[in-house]
């Protein structure tokens, strides 16, 4: 006996924990090769309902069920709707159409909607009534969150973890995969790669090999991975030397989005202008092989690579003026002042315009 049909409603998704979901799915369907042709994964942003359900019926091939994959269709119909005048529109003719029929979609399908968010106050959520029409009567069409409780869609939140929860899925991971990791070694691991959860797995596999059974410790993550917040820290400062307003903005809120806190980032581009200044001066002086830069300044060669690549995008006058400027915001973000807007408000004034120092009266 076939069992009943499968609605699989994944929100806030994170791009890795949505795709581990949608490969269990697959693997469901059994052999491998028999699966990826009883598979198909359509764009919410261009699929209609209607293409959604002619794709829902299609019969399995030598199978005995089908996938169907729907990225951002909720979201996408939930913003139709929200601008729409009138339940009478094109969208909530769809949206009607689409909640009705989920009821009849076949035993042989799994069904899989990958949605970023889905507003709870709106109609695609709570439902809403058709009104009357032709021979048509009024009709109440139930939301997502009826169908939800009364069991048509399986709903599950898929979003990454905070950094406040993100050591506690990273020690759940390392179980899971029989991995003895120390709890220090995890606080490093997540401080250095942040919440890219397909990263952080990969490094766990990584260092896991590099212990041979040992558990891994915060020395063996130092040694073995690369300090993304660095990384992050000099997308930042590239993007100030490039005068690049967007990049910088969006580098900034990956470093917030990982927890950097804003007197720590103001610290650490106040450290890498140091060493753009400290780094001009040695090529100024004839100076180019990196290694003896590292050397003499007590660097890394990595760091010491990046900043040789962005110093010829300032003069030591542009590189004077902006440390008093980040030295104006360690002051204010110190005294009072909004920490988190100060340093927009810094990084946007460091990428729009040059730096010069300003003229004094004669």
């Known amino acids: 006996?076939?069992?009943?049909?499968?609605?699989?409603?994944?929100?806030?998704?994170?791009?890795?924990?949505?795709?581990?979901?949608i490969a269990d799915h697959k693997a469901s369907l059994g052999d491998p090769e028999m699966a990826s042709l009883n598979m198909v994964e359509l764009s919410g942003a261009t699929a209609?309902?209607?293409?959604?359900?002619?794709e829902a019926s299609m019969m399995p091939f030598l199978s005995d069920r089908r996938l169907v994959v729907v990225r951002g269709l909720l979201e996408t119909l939930d913003k139709r709707m929200g601008a729409s005048k009138s339940t009478e529109s094109p969208a909530y003719q769809e949206a009607a159409q689409f909640l009705t029929r989920l009821h009849t979609i076949p035993e042989t399908c799994i069904l899989v909607l990958v949605d970023n968010s889905v507003d709870k106050r709106r109609a695609l959520w709570k439902g809403f009534v058709q009104p009357a029409a032709g021979d048509r009567p009024e009709r109440k069409i139930d939301g997502i969150d009826a169908l939800i409780k009364a069991k048509v869609?399986?709903?599950?939140?898929?979003?990454?973890?905070?950094?406040?929860t993100l050591p506690s899925w990273l020690q759940a991971r390392a179980r899971t995969r029989n991995i003895a990791i120390e709890g220090g070694a995890v606080a490093v691991l997540c401080?250095?790669?942040?919440?890219?959860?397909?990263?952080?797995d990969n490094e766990l596999e990584k260092l896991?090999?590099?212990?041979?059974?040992?558990?891994?410790?915060?020395?063996?993550?130092?040694?073995?991975?690369?300090?993304?917040?660095?990384?992050?820290?000099?997308?930042?400062?590239?993007?100030?030397?490039?005068?690049?307003?967007?990049?910088?903005?969006?580098?900034?809120?990956?470093?917030?989005?990982n927890d950097q806190n804003p007197i720590g980032m103001l610290s650490a581009i106040v450290r890498q202008y140091r060493?753009?200044?400290?780094?001009?001066?040695?090529?100024?002086?004839?100076?180019?092989?990196?290694?003896?830069?590292a050397k003499q300044l007590g660097y890394a060669a990595f760091p010491v690579e990046k900043a040789m690549r962005l110093v010829n995008q300032y003069t030591f006058e542009e590189l004077d003026h902006a440390m008093e400027r980040l030295?104006?915001?360690?002051?204010?973000?110190?005294?009072?002042?909004?920490?988190?807007?100060?340093?927009?408000?810094?990084?946007?004034?460091?990428?729009?315009?040059?730096?010069?120092?300003?003229?004094?009266?004669?």
């Open 275 to 293: 060493m753009l200044i400290e780094i001009k001066s040695l090529m100024a002086a004839g100076q180019t092989n990196k290694f003896e830069i």
């Open 48 to 54: 209609t309902p209607s293409a959604l359900m002619a």
């Open 327 to 362: 030295l104006d915001a360690d002051v204010a973000m110190k005294s009072g002042s909004d920490q988190n807007t100060e340093i927009d408000v810094l990084v946007a004034e460091l990428s729009v315009r040059r730096q010069h120092p300003p003229v004094r009266a004669t």
């Open 208 to 257: 896991a090999l590099y212990a041979d059974g040992r558990p891994i410790t915060p020395q063996d993550v130092r040694t073995m991975v690369s300090d993304a917040s660095e990384e992050m820290i000099w997308n930042l400062t590239d993007a100030l030397a490039q005068r690049q307003p967007a990049k910088a903005m969006q580098s900034l809120h990956e470093l917030q989005h």
């Open 153 to 164: 869609i399986e709903a599950e939140a898929l979003a990454t973890p905070d950094p406040k």
């Open 1 to 21: 006996m076939m069992a009943a049909p499968m609605i699989y409603l994944y929100l806030d998704a994170d791009e890795y924990l949505a795709a581990e979901r």
């Open 191 to 200: 401080d250095f790669v942040g919440s890219n959860l397909r990263q952080l």
